[in-house]
């Protein structure tokens, strides 16, 4: 009995209330406009310089690279312009040493050789070991690639972008500690390893895994809707969305299609509230910033995100064992266990070490309503090295890890519904669903997590139980692959706006000569 009620103190303490939830959303939207105004801000709201979202008739072969946190991804993706795609694509994780180095062409080095092995691999046909030019005066250097993959390069970390394949890294998160590379241009630093290898690829376009996203879910989403807001819920979290050009105040440097009246922002909302002005800050919360690579900031990542939430989740635990008054993992004897045995945690469990509890452990103490607990309490053995752990135990277990999970939900409502008021778009006549593409392993595996945000949506002042309801929610699968691709098309086809201008300019140019000619002639002969 004093496990379930220690445990229930524990718990409450992570309710995140609708009054919590409403005064989220008001600070939300008071630091996204900040973003639009200045920088150096919590949220950073960064220009993608990308003008507008697809509509599904896009057609072409792109190749795309995630680098989105633990992984990295390779993939070649076909278009088929009917919303449909035909995607390839090869996974690695990163070693660890890669993510925390002092030179910055040891991650890029790597991967641009996981580059070159998925060409050999899956276009072999297209592969050359070197890039064949012609002559040509389409472009003003004199030469055009030929068979060259236009890659789009996802990079899932903050960076002050300056054109559509063009952005300096401004800091890294999830776990990368690089310093090396910050202040640079990332592009760049992939396309310079590329080029040591000769590979037939030209970086065409920097894309956020979350602008990817919202790419991506637009080119496939049903109906003649398209989407607002691509989110990513996973090892991080963050956001982008379609703003109003005539809401960005502050300067916008390069070019960009001024067409539209729109542009894409990506939000980098994993640092909304660094300051601590509405966001639950428990002694959890605490301990596990203080212990980070990144203290103080990625505040809102750190209550959201799959990486961090298991940590959460151990940190509570740990602090359980160390309570003399209650009995968690622990039994006197086998009277006390449901088992007919005694509790016994290996010295190497993963609960005694930062990190060693995976949030996917919490996916299965959701998922698992039988009396007996018993997929948790086996999965508490498999992964965490806990053997023959009570029925109270496993309860106690279940309910931290589904406290700590269903605030991740509700703070995730927090920026959703702060976007969608943003818009506009619940305002606007008609009852046409506000779509809302989204990725990331807790939104596709953590059950009810879209239900637990739906709850909160439908509390927030200005959405509603009805509003909520025009809200759709859809799994943008493969987002950043596809995405990326988009993005590298609508990069490729601005290159050949390009060459579009240069060939006006020289007609352009020729008429002039010629004319002048034709006038220094006249004059000539008047002269005479």
């Given amino acids: 009995m004093a496990l379930a009620e220690e445990t229930k103190r524990i718990t409450a303490q992570f309710e995140y209330t609708d009054e919590d939830v409403n005064k989220g959303v008001k600070e939300f939207l008071r630091q996204m406009n900040e973003g639009l105004e200045h920088d150096h801000t919590s949220l950073s709201q960064i220009p993608t310089y990308v003008t507008g979202v697809p509509n599904g008739t896009e057609k072409g072969l792109y190749l795309?690279?995630?680098?989105?946190?633990?992984?990295?991804?390779?993939?070649?993706?076909?278009?088929?312009?009917?919303?449909?795609?035909?995607?390839?694509?090869?996974?690695?994780?990163?070693?660890?040493?890669?993510?925390?180095?002092?030179?910055?062409?040891?991650?890029?080095?790597?991967?641009?050789?996981?580059?070159?092995?998925?060409?050999?691999?899956?276009?072999?046909?297209?592969?050359?070991?070197?890039?064949?030019?012609?002559?040509?005066?389409?472009?003003?250097?004199?030469?055009?690639?030929?068979?060259?993959?236009?890659?789009?390069?996802?990079?899932?970390?903050?960076?002050?972008?300056?054109?559509i394949n063009k952005g300096t890294l401004m800091r890294w998160t999830k776990g990368f500690d690089i310093p090396d590379a910050v202040g640079k241009d990332v592009c760049a630093l992939l396309q310079q390893e590329i080029d040591k290898l000769r590979l037939p690829v030209k970086v065409a376009a920097l894309v956020n895994d979350t602008v990817g996203t919202l790419m991506a879910r637009s080119y496939t989403s049903p109906g003649k809707t398209s989407t607002l807001l691509g989110a990513i819920f996973g090892t991080g979290t963050n956001g982008a969305y379609v703003e109003k050009v005539t809401n960005i105040k502050k300067p916008v440097e390069g070019d960009y299609d001024k067409s539209t009246g729109l542009m894409v922002i990506n939000t980098e909302w994993g640092s909304f509230d660094n300051q601590l002005n509405v966001l639950p800050n428990t002694s959890y919360d605490i301990e596990l910033d203080k212990n980070s690579v990144n203290p103080g900031i990625q505040i809102f990542e750190k209550r959201v995100s799959g990486m961090f939430l298991g940590e959460i989740v151990r940190l509570v635990i740990v602090d359980m064992l160390k309570n003399p008054k209650i009995s968690l993992f622990k039994d006197e004897n086998s009277s006390q266990n449901d088992w007919k045995s005694t509790t016994t945690m290996d010295a190497a469990s993963g609960v005694?070490?930062?990190?060693?509890?995976?949030?996917?452990?919490?996916?299965?103490?959701?998922?698992?309503?039988?009396?007996?607990?018993?997929?948790?309490?086996?999965?508490?053995?498999?992964?965490?090295?806990?053997?023959?752990?009570?029925l109270e135990d496993a309860q106690a277990f279940r309910a931290v890890a589904n406290a700590v999970g269903r605030r991740a939900a509700r703070l995730s409502a927090v920026a959703l519904g702060a976007v969608v008021l943003q818009s506009g778009k619940l305002s606007e006549p008609g009852d046409e669903p506000v779509d809302i593409g989204v990725d990331g392993s807790l939104v596709e595996h953590y059950p009810f997590f879209r239900d637990m945000i739906y709850e909160a949506l439908a509390a927030i002042d200005g959405i509603g139980p009805a509003g909520a309801k025009r809200i759709r929610i859809g799994i943008a699968k493969d987002g950043s692959g596809v995405g990326a691709a988009l993005i590298a098309l609508v990069a490729a086809n601005m290159e050949k706006k390009g060459v579009v201008d240069y060939l006006n300019y020289i007609r352009n140019d020729v008429v002039q000569k010629v004319s002048s000619a034709f006038s220094s002639v006249e004059e000539e002969s008047t002269v005479v």
């Avoid at 236009?150 to 903050?158: D, H, M, N, Q, V």
Wanted: charged share 20%; with cysteine; hydrophobic share 35%.
């Fill in 64 to 163: 795309a690279v995630d680098l989105g946190g633990t992984n990295f991804r390779v993939c070649s993706i076909h278009l088929n312009g009917d919303t449909t795609f035909n995607l390839t694509y090869s996974k690695i994780a990163i070693p660890k040493e890669m993510m925390v180095t002092d030179n910055a062409n040891n991650l890029f080095g790597f991967l641009a050789k996981q580059i070159e092995l998925f060409l050999k691999t899956h276009h072999e046909d297209h592969f050359e070991a070197h890039v064949r030019r012609r002559q040509t005066v389409s472009t003003p250097e004199g030469y055009r690639d030929e068979q060259i993959f236009r890659l789009g390069f996802t990079f899932s970390f903050p960076v002050r972008q300056v054109g």
């Fill in 352 to 390: 005694f070490r930062q990190w060693g509890l995976d949030s996917s452990i919490m996916s299965i103490a959701a998922a698992d309503n039988t009396p007996d607990q018993s997929s948790l309490r086996q999965e508490l053995e498999k992964e965490l090295q806990i053997y023959a752990a009570s």
